[in-house]
């Protein structure tokens, strides 16, 4: 029996990686451009334009668009939740690209406490007293 070469899925592989590259350089290129900052080119929150309260996702793109021009604090301002985020979404990636031999999935808790630290955040972003006002976008 003739053995199944690996090299193709291999090839693919490699090209999946660098199609998603590109991908990540065009969108920070377009990001970092400041579309994101003129509101007639941002995507409206549906949510927000609904209801006039703010969502957990409320500013991130704007926020993003401050983070790549290297200005945390405005960024910031735009969605604290994101800038937390990232740092966990990256252990995240890491921890699962790392042991992907391996998995080991997350203990149940894990879910439940980020579920429940977004609702707390959405709740408190849009109470209209300080210190809860400086969650919202400003």
Known sequence: MEE???SVP???SGLKVVIGA???I???IIIHSGALLNTTCAPVCLFHKWTGLYCP???TGRGITFLLRGDLAAAWRM???MIV???MVGFLILRNYLSRNNPRPLPGWVGWTITGG???YWIARNIAIYPFSLLAPH
Request: hydrophobic share 60%; aromatic share 0%; net charge positive.
């Open 4 to 6: 199944i070469s690996n």
């Open 10 to 12: 291999a090839k693919a």
């Open 22 to 24: 590109v991908a990540l």
């Open 26 to 28: 065009i969108a920070a």
């Open 57 to 59: 996702g409320c500013g």
């Open 79 to 81: 969605n604290p939740l």
């Open 85 to 87: 985020s990232i740092p």
């Open 118 to 120: 977004i609702a707390v």
